[in-house]
């Protein structure tokens, strides 16, 4: 096509034409991210959006309220409690300096470990705004840089009990500070919300049972020692699959009978070791 031309122009044509393919299957890409959105949602009555709007209200927020105001719009976030919590969180405070974060994208936080795109958030909180009534006891397995974990807190308030479990330290220490900013301090200070390093597999039995479990990296089956610390009445969200990921919803009966569904496509992260994460770097 260039042929033509001298060769220097013909390079610079030639890396124009590159860039141009990488920016079409950019677009290309985020359309297609849309349009199973659209089609796999977990909430399905919802009239989606033009696939336009879905697409430049989910990647274009420059405010943390414009973020909350998007997810709302595309019937991501439906309830008052979810909307109210997201809004009194902001999502900075949880992200590495130098990122976006009101992007509506998982970013990196270090050591081979993300933050989830704001709509899995709000996603998650959906799903287990029932089970994160005031009182309750919540587990979050994975909990990163601490977003959903004091957003959980926040939910079950000062009579509830709130327990994140990280295996890499430092991430913990980082959320002790992200939270000692944020509005959910005063519940980290009376202890009602605690993190502890540990290997998120086995959860955290000391303060079990929890009626609500989620889990922020995929497994490659439920663990065992979730089901167990899964209150009768309680739900787990959790992604389950290696290079193919559902996110699941497991229901404890009152009978200790599990009743379970899958809601969306996902990918995360694996729920795998602190050495073998590590390694993978």
């Not at 019937?75 to 902001?90: P, Q």
């Not at 309750?136 to 000062?158: N, P």
Request: net charge negative; proline share 6%.
């Amino acid at each position: 096509m260039w042929a033509g031309l001298p060769k220097g122009k013909r390079e610079t044509c030639h890396d124009i034409e590159r860039a141009s393919l990488l920016c079409l299957c950019m677009i290309l890409a985020a359309v297609g991210a849309c349009v199973r959105s659209a089609i796999s949602s977990p909430f399905p009555s919802e009239s989606p959006n033009s696939l336009m709007d879905q697409l430049f209200s989910r990647y274009s927020a420059h405010s943390h309220s414009s973020l909350i105001e998007n997810l709302k719009s595309s019937g991501t976030i439906m309830s008052k409690r979810v909307a109210d919590v997201m809004e009194k969180l902001d999502r900075a405070l949880f992200t590495p300096q130098g990122e976006m974060p009101y992007l509506d994208s998982p970013l990196p936080i270090g050591y081979n470990a993300t933050i989830s795109a704001p709509h899995m958030h709000a996603t998650c909180l959906e799903l287990l705004e029932n089970y994160l009534q005031q009182g309750m006891r919540a587990l979050d397995i994975g909990s990163g840089t601490g977003y959903l974990t004091a957003a959980f807190a926040l939910m079950v308030g000062e009579h509830g009990r709130v327990v994140g479990v990280e295996h890499i330290a430092e991430l913990v220490n980082q959320s002790l500070e992200n939270i000692k900013c944020s509005e959910a301090a005063p519940l980290l200070e009376s202890g009602c919300l605690s993190f502890h390093v540990a290997d998120g597999r086995s959860g955290w039995p000391d303060e079990a049972p929890y009626e609500s479990i989620h889990v922020g990296a995929a497994a490659s089956k439920v663990p065992q020692s979730l089901i167990d610390q899964l209150k009768p009445g309680g739900r787990m969200v959790i992604p389950v699959g290696n290079f193919f990921q559902d996110l699941l919803v497991i229901d404890k009966q009152l009978d200790g009978t599990l009743k379970q569904w899958t809601t969306t496509s996902v990918r995360y992260v694996p729920l795998t070791s602190r050495e073998s994460q590590l390694a993978s770097n």
